[in-house]
């Protein structure tokens, strides 16, 4: 891509980015263009001024992406420096860009609960809201009151909860919209209850999931009256492999890259478990991974 096809803008364009390097899975090309906007207004700047044709990927912290092996085409734009949280009487809003953990870290401070049962989830808030991310018993939509964003073509629009619909690991978030921000619920509560809490979380997942490989969490959704991993293992899938891609051993819906995995070793080997587990069991998985990029 040719950098003066760009609108001039206060943040930072990263061309031939090797992004698939930089998301948890550790595979994937290159993108055309990354953008990091400055603020909310350098980003209005950019979709307003853009080429009409320039494709658009909106990616947060890659916790929960595949990235093609070809790369992305177009331009991603990435929320890094829209990480602000604002502290209100039973409610917060948070920019889209704020990592999880920093979020939860700052509620914790100010004797608030929100998200702190999501302090497992490597992501962002607006990963998050995108993937109506959630743990049993907890989804992001169960505190969030509205988000406020811009649609690819330049125009601000606030969307109530209940006007999205919001399903299991589905924020249902239209295609052309992206969050730049979110007010979400919050009560009050102490500070070491808070903690305690989040040590347990975080104790139940070290015993549980591969923590610290290059695994981007759950594989499939649970289906309806099962458990993804029950399924997987019944179907004799916990052990299999495809290239540098492998079922990790202590958590079967987690997948990890041991070194040199492909994009395309992890489309393979997750198009194996779904035949197997739809032969075994009769149960069809549906990934909870997002695969992203060009020619799959």
Same mark, same amino acid.
């Given at each position: 891509?040719?950098?003066?096809?760009?609108?001039?803008?206060?943040?930072?364009?990263?061309?031939?980015?090797?992004?698939?390097?930089?998301?948890?899975?550790?595979?994937?090309?290159?993108?055309?263009?990354?953008?990091?906007?400055?603020?909310?207004?350098?980003?209005?700047?950019?979709?307003?001024?853009?080429?009409?044709?320039?494709?658009?990927?909106?990616?947060?912290?890659?916790?929960?992406?595949?990235?093609?092996?070809?790369?992305?085409?177009?331009?991603?734009?990435?929320?890094?420096?829209?990480?602000?949280?604002?502290?209100?009487?039973?409610?917060?809003?948070?920019?889209?860009?704020?990592?999880l953990s920093k979020f939860i870290s700052d509620c914790?401070?100010?004797?608030?609960?929100?998200?702190?049962?999501?302090?497992?989830?490597?992501?962002?808030?607006?990963?998050?809201?995108?993937?109506?991310?959630?743990?049993?018993?907890?989804?992001?939509?169960?505190?969030?009151?509205?988000?406020?964003?811009?649609?690819?073509?330049?125009?601000?629009?606030?969307?109530?909860?209940?006007?999205?619909?919001?399903?299991?690991?589905?924020?249902?978030?239209?295609?052309?919209?992206?969050?730049?921000?979110?007010?979400?619920?919050?009560?009050?509560?102490?500070?070491?209850?808070?903690?305690?809490?989040?040590?347990?979380?975080?104790?139940?997942?070290?015993?549980?999931?591969?923590?610290?490989?290059?695994?981007?969490?759950?594989?499939?959704? @649970?289906?309806?009256? %099962? #458990? +993804?991993?029950?399924?997987? *293992?019944?179907?004799?899938?916990? $052990?299999?492999? &495809?290239?540098?891609?492998?079922?990790?051993?202590?958590?079967?819906?987690?997948?990890? @890259?041991?070194?040199? %995995? #492909? +994009?395309?070793?992890?489309? *393979?080997?997750?198009?194996?478990? $779904?035949?197997? &587990?739809?032969?075994k069991t009769g149960y069809e998985l549906q990934e909870?991974?997002?695969?992203?990029?060009?020619?799959?």
């Open positions: 891509m040719q950098p003066n096809v760009l609108p001039n803008v206060k943040g930072e364009y990263r061309l031939d980015f090797a992004l698939g390097a930089q998301s948890c899975f550790k595979v994937g090309g290159n993108c055309d263009v990354v953008f990091i906007p400055a603020d909310i207004d350098d980003l209005l700047q950019f979709l307003t001024k853009k080429p009409k044709d320039l494709a658009i990927t909106v990616l947060g912290n890659m916790s929960n992406v595949l990235i093609s092996d070809y790369g992305i085409r177009g331009c991603v734009i990435r929320l890094n420096n829209l990480n602000k949280t604002n502290f209100y009487n039973n409610y917060v809003e948070v920019q889209a860009g704020t990592l914790t401070k100010h004797e608030v609960s929100c998200c702190e049962k999501l302090c497992c989830i490597p992501g962002t808030i607006g990963g998050a809201i995108f993937m109506n991310a959630g743990i049993p018993g907890f989804e992001i939509s169960d505190v969030l009151i509205s988000v406020s964003g811009i649609n690819f073509f330049g125009e601000k629009k606030t969307l109530n909860q209940d006007a999205l619909n919001m399903t299991y690991r589905n924020g249902n978030i239209p295609k052309d919209f992206i969050v730049t921000s979110a007010r979400l619920k919050t009560f009050s509560k102490d500070t070491n209850q808070i903690l305690a809490e989040i040590k347990e979380l975080q104790a139940k997942r070290l015993k549980s999931q591969p923590i610290g490989q290059a695994t981007c969490g759950s594989t499939f959704k @649970n289906p309806d009256g %099962a #458990k +993804a991993w029950e399924l997987i *293992k019944r179907a004799g899938c916990d $052990k299999l492999s &495809v290239g540098g891609a492998i079922v990790s051993e202590k958590h079967c819906n987690f997948l990890i @890259n041991t070194g040199n %995995a #492909k +994009a395309s070793d992890f489309v *393979k080997l997750i198009n194996i478990i $779904k035949s197997k &587990v739809l032969q909870e991974i997002k695969k992203i990029g060009d020619k799959w």
